[in-house]
Structure formats: C-alpha cells, structure tokens
C-alpha cells in the first residue's frame, strides 16, 4: 500500500506542539496587559474590550497548551 501523504502545511504541525501555544499565551497576556494599563489611563472603552478579548485568547491558549503537554 501506498503511504498517505499528510496534507497539513508546516505552520498547522508546529502549532499542535506545547511550548508554541504556551509563547503565544504569553505574547497575548502581555499584550493584554500592555492594553489594559492604556485603557486604565484614557478610559476608552475600545481598548477595555481589546484587553478583554487578548486576555479570553491567551488563557485559551494556555489551556491548550497544558492539555498538549499533559497528553504527551
């Protein structure tokens, strides 16, 4: 039989490793961070809801990372 070749692009393969979730949780939670002291200063309501949404994709991230590192 002829062997199947596997149809994910490169970028799909590293994003299924732990520690690439877990340095994309971190750049987002800082970024997050980062956002919410400028929306502490100015008071805008734009950046409040760009830190909010930063923060819920860092932590989801994270999550993933923890699951890929725990089940391998």
């Known amino acids: 039989m002829a062997r ?3 149809r ?3 970028e799909q393969i590293m994003m299924n490793r732990w520690w690439v979730r877990a340095l994309i949780a971190l750049i987002l939670i800082g970024l997050a961070y980062g956002f919410a002291s400028l929306a502490i200063d100015s008071g805008n309501l734009v950046e409040y809801a760009v830190t909010i949404i930063l923060l819920w994709l860092g932590v989801r991230h994270a999550y993933s990372a923890i699951r890929f590192a725990i089940s391998r």
Do not use: A, D, I, N
């Open 8 to 10: 994910r692009s490169q």
């Open 4 to 6: 199947r070749v596997s």
